[in-house]
């Protein structure tokens, strides 16, 4: 399985058809979800203000979005003020290559890294590992992910897939550790175990980036395990690759953020570990800092009207949490490192609604709307899916689900014309009806039929019988 | 009140029952109704799924049948949620204002059965009788789009004879999700295979919803697997009356010639 990369590398119900059957998967994820979904819960109920925290979140990313240009400069130059060295990266490739041509520089062996979504959405792994540098991922979920040769699964928690003593069984192949239980504190321990070593040798150090403030050139990670401290502290070096969008212009604007993002991810008041860094200072952490800034189809994202609320995304994953699709899905078979329904609608955008795998994304899903409930920054994400749905179908040759689409509008276009194509379905349903119902339906509509029945169309509809109606009052 | 009858295209077609039963109901409270034969679909389908420029035709002619109505009521909270949500939105995609400001106005007159009595008339008790085990799924563009809350379970603890068991899981899709149900339908199954379960547990005779889409999905599997758990439209279940219907009932369902 490929270790990240945002295409998919096949159509998702397709994906889907094989993760439904993972019944250890299944029920990993539904026990992970429902367990976060009632903290959230709880943790969003004890701020009477929420609302208008998500409704301030939301403003305040827009703001910063419709001026993104100024501020990415302003930062640049406090960034360099400060110290640091500033890359821009156009897409995937140019952002590896810097990152690899960095580390080569010093001579690495090996990197450690900070959980970072982003590097993984530019497959940086397999490139540092094509140029033989050693990558070691220090976040818990991710090492776990990186040590099964898997891909992450969830922005958050990369290997929610997975249950204790399917990580154990791991730990002990992979690190040698001896493990006689599955408890959390024995493998947490076995992890540390391995980590502190890395971290005390290492001198590059690769990290993502939840925030950067323009006006100071400070950049923010939020996370939980203190892992990423000691990699953005301990090694000589350190390389933060940042989403064009992270950036807000300054530090009154993060304050919201510092309050919405723990409670919706890990249902948190507060989050555990923050850091902030600008650029480098004299005999404390790294003496050499290159922020990487990478756009990556995000100018195509905020270039549309409708889909660029997607850029208010703050990965906190809550969408994928209260997702029903994701709880059954995974999100493997969403096959990118963006899942669930902020994945359904980013990353066909990232793709420029050019990638035919990636441009199923945005039907993998019933619209329920418990993802734009959740959401800290108010993305409507049922309304961009529509729009998303909407733009590929226009791009896409008429199929015969189309030209169904065309006669019905057609149809309901005149009553008569409705009452018309009622009675023809009445009558021809007659050999598929067994006592009342159907039971078996032919091409696209037999995907129902796998697992439902359809009433049939009873004798009349209910013009008919309003009619019926309207002459017994008369009489 | 005059109230015009938004009755859908699914229900015109599947469900007719649903239909004079919302009819029935509303007489009954003291108001006048009517249905006019130019309405037939709101266009959600088209809209979802991708083919916008053929649902807007269709919202203009829901503007077009409905524009001279004092109040629209209709039995599905997803329709409803369509008109109210998402067609200011089709206009404003195809950067029609006058169908914008048209839209807006229409959808502030546009009421889910459920919140029309007890948000609009102010009734939670309908006088109906209906003697079964009843659970109640909330159906997510109700729940979530036109916020009807406890709306409709109001009305049914006020039902005599009925007894109202809880469902577990509630908030959870169904799986329906339109075009979803096919085009991603084991994802669909897998959906509805947790409410299936959820209803079963109740033992509950039928299970109960404001939109009949929903209930198709759920009613479908229902059916697929035997059970013998039905659905009823909360509409059928509120006009229904100890006096009258009564013997016309089958185990759970109104017929439709008792409600002409």
């Known amino acids: 399985m490929s270790a990240g990369g945002i295409r998919p590398p096949r159509p ?176 947490a321990e076995a992890a540390r175990v391995y980590l502190r070593e890395k971290f005390l040798s290492a001198t590059v150090a690769v990290s993502g980036a939840n925030f950067a403030v323009a006006e100071t050139g400070t950049v923010c990670v939020v996370e939980s395990e203190g892992n990423g401290r000691m990699c953005l502290t301990l090694p000589d070096v350190l390389i933060s690759i940042m989403g064009i969008e992270k950036v807000l212009p300054n530090w009154e604007d993060m304050a919201v953020f510092m309050r919405v993002l723990p409670r919706s991810s890990t249902a948190e008041r507060m989050n555990p570990y923050t850091s902030f860094w600008t650029g480098v200072r004299e005999g404390d952490g790294p003496r050499e800092f290159h922020l990487v800034l990478l756009d990556n189809g995000r100018t195509d994202v905020l270039a549309d009207e409708v889909g660029r609320q997607t850029l208010r995304c703050i990965r906190c994953s809550a969408c994928l949490n209260v997702c029903p699709v994701y709880e059954r899905t995974g999100g493997h078979a969403y096959g990118s490192v963006y899942p669930g329904p902020i994945g359904a609608i980013l990353t066909p955008q990232l793709l420029k609604l050019e990638d035919d795998n990636a441009n199923t994304l945005p039907w993998a899903s019933s619209l329920c709307g418990a993802c734009y409930d959740a959401c800290p920054v108010k993305i409507n994400i049922p309304e961009v899916l529509i729009h998303l749905r909407g733009k590929i179908t226009d791009h896409k040759p008429l199929g015969v689900e189309g030209v169904a689409m065309k006669t019905a509008a057609w149809v309901f276009g005149e009553p008569h014309r409705f009452e018309g194509a009622i009675k023809l379905a009445r009558l021809g349903q007659g050999p598929l009806v067994k006592q009342g119902a159907i039971h078996a339906l032919p091409g696209l509509l037999a995907g129902w039929t796998d697992s439902r029945d359809l009433p049939a169309f009873p004798q009349q509809s209910f013009r008919e019988l309003w009619r019926a109606r309207k002459a017994g009052e008369e009489q | 009140m005059q109230v015009d009858l938004f009755i859908t295209c699914l229900n015109d077609a599947l469900f007719p029952t649903t239909g004079l039963a919302m009819a029935t109901l509303l007489e009954r409270l003291g108001h006048t109704v009517r249905f006019t034969e130019a309405q037939t679909c709101c266009g959600q389908m088209h809209f979802n799924t991708g083919y916008q420029s053929e649902a807007l035709g269709l919202v203009r002619k829901f503007v077009r049948d409905f524009e001279h109505a004092e109040v629209v009521v209709a039995p599905s909270g997803s329709c409803v949620a369509f008109v109210r949500d998402l067609y ?173």
Request: aromatic share 4%; proline share 3%.
């Open chain 1, 12 to 187: 998702f119900p397709e994906a889907a058809h094989d993760a439904l059957k993972d019944s250890q998967m299944r029920r990993n994820l539904r026990h992970a979800t429902g367990t976060i979904r009632t903290k959230r819960l709880r943790a969003v109920a004890e701020l009477p203000d929420w609302e208008a925290l998500r409704t301030q979140a939301a403003a305040t990313k827009d703001a910063a979005m419709r001026n993104l240009a100024e501020h990415l400069l302003t930062l640049e130059t406090s960034v360099k003020r400060a110290g640091g060295q500033v890359h821009w990266a156009r897409d995937a490739a140019e952002a590896r290559t810097i990152v690899t041509d960095i580390a080569a520089a010093h001579a690495a062996r090996e990197v450690i890294k900070v959980k970072s979504i982003t590097s993984d959405e530019i497959e940086l792994n397999s490139a540092l590992e094509a140029a033989g540098i050693g990558v070691v991922e220090t976040d818990l979920a991710e090492l776990i992910v990186q040590l099964a040769g898997d891909a992450p699964s969830h922005i958050l928690v990369p290997a929610i897939h997975k249950n204790r003593a399917e990580i154990r069984d791991l730990f002990r192949r992979r690190l040698g550790a001896e493990l006689l239980t599955d408890e959390p504190a024995a493998l």
């Open chain 2, 88 to 260: 200011p939105k089709a206009a404003e995609w195809a950067g029609d204002t006058e169908l914008h400001a048209q839209v807006l106005e229409l959808g502030k007159r546009t009421f889910e059965l459920s919140e029309f009595l007890v948000r609009v008339l102010g009734v939670t008790d309908v006088g109906a009788y209906y003697p079964h085990r009843v659970t109640y799924h909330p159906t997510c563009h109700a729940a979530r789009l036109l916020r009807v809350g406890d709306a409709p379970l109001e009305l049914l603890r006020n039902v005599r004879g009925l007894t109202l068991e809880p469902l577990g899981a509630p908030e959870q899709c169904c799986g329906f999700g339109g075009t979803f149900s096919v085009k991603n339908h084991e994802t669909s199954t897998a959906m509805l295979a947790d409410k299936v379960q959820n209803v079963l547990a109740t033992h509950a005779e039928v299970c109960t919803a404001g939109d009949n889409s929903c209930l198709m999905h759920i009613g479908g599997g229902l059916a697929r697997l035997r059970s013998g758990t039905g659905v009823v439209h909360l509409a059928e279940i509120l006009a229904s009356v100890e006096e009258g219907n009564g013997q016309n009932l089958g185990p759970a369902r109104v017929s439709a010639e008792a409600l002409l």
